[in-house]
């Protein structure tokens, strides 16, 4: 009987000791599972795998956090063992819900192959791809994946940094959509061109050939009418005006005058010739000339500018507009204003069919690093102030 007893009674002891350390282990895989120590539970066909971080990793760690790119640690199979709070962000989970989760299930179906082939491709000179990371509201995050094999004693990792790429993207398509825009001006310019030459020139000449052939004949038959003197001061008149259209045309294209050193004499010869074609006088303030501006900027400026003059002439109703050069508080200012009819600017810009030449002229002088800014009401008139890329000073 006593042996009995110690025996009920070694087995009771036992059992007690299994119980505590199940609620140990319970324990600590629960504190794991909750982020709560720098470990990770896999589990696997042959049971539960810890995996842990040694104390040595910590500075590396606390480097990897704090950084701006999205940094994952996978184990082998692409299950997320480690994420810094840059990843979680993008993905807008909290970072201990994303440990145990497979990398691909933040990935749009169509691409899960494709990682999951980069995934076993990855090697120590790394690999990169773009994906789309799905975040918790359902907009996908566009990132640029780098791959990079680790490895540890026996065990293999793979390091994913994801590097936000939206804001690039955005840029490319901004450009891609002004190489577009700049492609239908450059053909509306060839067009305007095209037609001055065949419509106009053309024409003109060819009344000049069939003019002077004509005479010719008469020469030969010796027979000058009496209209001779008439008809040649014709020619002569329109040879003039085949002259003017060839030489306006030139300086539409490339005006001499800003080959000159700075804008002010630009703007002050580009008021001459406006008040000479449309009659639209324009009050030049010229308080800068802005002569450390390179010529391309010169020239971006000075065709943006005649473009909104004649918008003037097309649209204010008005004989007269103001051009103002000036630096305030170390900007570079240009404004053109009117005083004419006005339109509700808000409405217009948003239309891009409306607004066609203003939103051109605004996409091609932001890609020189200039800003315009627009403002007008109906019956108060239009003023536009362009910000000219000058460096800021104090004075």
């Given at each position: 009987?006593?042996?009995?007893?110690?025996?009920?009674?070694?087995?009771?002891?036992?059992?007690?000791?299994?119980?505590?350390?199940?609620?140990?282990?319970?324990?600590?895989?629960r504190a794991i599972r909750q982020y709560m120590v720098d470990a990770f539970v896999v589990t696997r066909e042959n049971g539960i795998q810890v995996v842990t971080l040694s104390e040595a990793d910590f500075p590396y760690r606390m480097m990897v956090e704090s950084m701006n790119e999205g940094a994952v640690t996978l184990i082998a199979d692409g299950t997320v063992f480690y994420c810094n709070p840059r990843f979680a962000e993008m993905v807008q989970q909290e970072p201990q819900k994303l440990i145990g989760v497979r990398f691909s299930g933040l990935l749009p179906v169509e691409q899960r192959d494709a990682f999951l082939v980069m995934l076993r491709e990855a090697g120590r000179d790394g690999l990169r791809s773009e994906y789309c990371l799905q975040a918790a509201n359902g907009t996908c995050v566009q990132v640029q994946l780098s791959f990079y094999l680790l490895r540890a004693d026996d065990e293999n990792g793979i390091a994913v940094i994801a590097t936000d790429i939206t804001e690039r993207m955005q840029a490319e398509e901004k450009i891609r959509t002004l190489a577009s825009k700049l492609t239908i001006v450059e053909q509306e310019e060839r067009h305007r061109i095209s037609q001055v030459l065949h419509d106009d020139l053309q024409q003109r000449l060819f009344a000049l050939k069939a003019q002077s052939s004509f005479l010719g004949d008469l020469f030969e038959k010796d027979q000058v009418p009496a209209s001779f003197y008439a008809e040649l001061d014709q020619i002569q008149h329109w040879l003039?005006?085949?002259?003017?259209?060839?030489?306006?045309?030139?300086?539409?294209?490339?005006?001499?005058?800003?080959?000159?050193?700075?804008?002010?004499?630009?703007?002050?010869?580009?008021?001459?010739?406006?008040?000479?074609?449309?009659?639209?006088?324009?009050?030049?303030?010229?308080?800068?000339?802005?002569?450390?501006?390179?010529?391309?900027?010169?020239?971006?400026?000075?065709?943006?500018?005649?473009?909104?003059?004649?918008?003037?002439?097309?649209h204010a109703g008005v004989s007269e507009a103001t051009v103002t050069l000036e630096r305030v508080n170390g900007?570079?200012?240009?404004?053109?204003?009117?005083?004419?009819?006005?339109?509700?600017?808000?409405?217009?810009?948003?239309?891009?069919t409306r607004a066609h030449g203003l939103l051109i002229i605004q996409d091609r002088l932001s890609l020189l690093?200039?800003?315009?800014?627009?403002?007008?009401?109906?019956?108060?008139?239009?003023?536009?102030?362009?910000?000219l890329p000058l460096e800021r000073s104090s004075s």
């Open positions: 009987m006593p042996k009995r007893n110690e025996s009920s009674q070694q087995v009771q002891d036992d059992s007690a000791e299994l119980r505590n350390r199940l609620e140990e282990t319970e324990e600590t895989l003039s005006e085949a002259v003017a259209i060839t030489r306006n045309l030139s300086i539409d294209l490339n005006p001499v005058v800003l080959h000159g050193e700075g804008l002010a004499e630009a703007m002050s010869w580009l008021s001459f010739r406006v008040k000479e074609q449309y009659g639209l006088h324009i009050d030049l303030e010229a308080k800068e000339s802005f002569n450390e501006l390179e010529y391309h900027v010169r020239m971006l400026l000075f065709q943006s500018i005649r473009e909104l003059l004649f918008n003037v002439v097309k900007r570079g200012l240009i404004i053109v204003s009117d005083a004419g009819r006005g339109f509700d600017a808000e409405t217009i810009m948003k239309s891009p690093g200039c800003q315009m800014d627009l403002t007008s009401k109906a019956g108060e008139g239009t003023r536009v102030v362009i910000e």
